[in-house]
């Protein structure tokens, strides 16, 4: 029979392992979006490049929405380590619907760039509200599928501490994964909003 000291060591292990794996795949995210931030520098130094847009309003609450997915999904986080697996499934259910509306209006505000008739033909910087938004927003589909295999996760009461010791490690990669996609699009975001060359 596996003691509690076995079982906690053996969670450590898993978490260095998961936390690894984050890391791996930050270092990548990363590295991909600092390409991209580094054009965006490059092309506002070039005038034909550079017209300075507004963006949606809608991507303030959008940003809004994904902060507040961060807090629910803390609070999700502290419930599990509570044994509360109930509480675990409401806040991450409501992390998931929050994010899905971050969705909804990343894509509403597509949208309205395109109606506001700036194109990229006539000001290519307004590319990169598609490309940061539709970039990210992938990430935050992949979020998303952790989410998911979480709430299937606690869907249902499971008994075994190592069933809930893999549930444990797997909350703390998604979270460390989804706390970084909100610190990316608060950079991305800014970028779009604040810089003027």
């Known amino acids: 029979m596996t003691t509690l000291t076995e079982t ?40 034909e490049f550079w017209q300075h847009i507004e963006v949606p309003r809608i ?20 419930k599990l380590l509570r044994h509360d697996r109930q509480g675990f499934f409401r806040w991450t259910a409501l992390t998931t619907g929050l994010a899905t509306l971050f969705l909804i209006g990343q894509l509403i505000a597509w949208f309205q760039v395109l109606d506001s008739g700036i194109v990229m033909s006539h000001n290519p910087h ?41 549930t444990r490690v797997t909350a703390n990669g998604v979270s460390i994964f989804w706390h970084y996609l909100d610190f990316l699009w608060l950079v991305l975001f800014g970028l779009l909003a604040l810089w003027h060359r």
Not at 64 to 78: D, G, M, Q, V
Not at 133 to 154: A, D, E, K, P, W
Request: glycine fraction near 8%; proline fraction near 1%.
């Open 126 to 166: 307004s590319w990169f509200i598609f490309l940061f938004s539709g970039l990210h927003g992938v990430h935050i589909v992949l979020g998303l599928g952790g989410l998911g295999y979480l709430l299937h996760r606690t869907r249902q009461e499971a008994s075994g501490p190592r069933y809930q010791m893999k």
């Open 59 to 78: 991507l303030w609450g959008t940003t809004a929405i994904l902060l507040a997915s961060s807090a629910t999904l803390e609070a999700a986080r502290h």
């Open 8 to 47: 906690s060591a053996k969670e450590k292990e898993l978490n260095s392992m998961s936390m690894i794996t984050t890391i791996v795949v930050l270092v990548i995210v990363t590295a991909t979006f600092s390409a991209l931030i580094a054009v965006f520098f490059i092309r506002a130094e070039k005038s």
